[in-house]
């Protein structure tokens, strides 16, 4: 089973900024996509983020403009640099991979909490 690292998750003020992170193994090399999502309370989860193996990004309407994904290919690492930070992106964010060969996998989610 592949498992995916994430972290940077945490407490910050409307306004403020976080960056996540989340890495891959290094024997998975045929991504093509990655992408994060994320989960409010008692709502379904839903696509924020995500980058494609030739960088097309795409961006859920509510995070466009303050969220920003990125990819390091020799870390084998997906960024997600999220600014402007309101409460009603609280949430737990998860980091997703699909490969050329079928695999999907998921990590194991990191809480993101924007409050005063």
């Known amino acids: 089973q592949v498992q995916l690292m994430e972290s940077g998750g945490g407490l910050v003020q409307p306004g403020g900024s976080l960056s996540l992170s989340c890495a891959a193994p290094?024997?998975?090399?045929?991504?093509?996509?990655m992408s994060w999502h994320r989960q409010a309370p008692g709502k379904e989860r839903e696509l924020a983020a995500s980058?494609?193996?030739?960088?097309?990004?795409r961006y859920a309407d509510s995070v466009s403009g303050r969220f920003t994904i990125s990819r390091e290919y020799a870390k084998n690492t997906v960024y997600l640099q999220m600014n402007s930070l309101k409460p009603g992106d609280t949430g737990v964010y998860y980091c997703?991979?699909?490969?050329?060969?079928?695999?999907?996998?998921w990590g194991r989610g990191t809480q993101v909490t924007v409050s005063s």
């Open positions: 290094e024997s998975i090399t045929d991504f093509n996509v």
């Open positions: 997703n991979i699909r490969t050329s060969t079928g695999l999907d996998a």
């Open positions: 980058i494609t193996s030739d960088n097309y990004r």
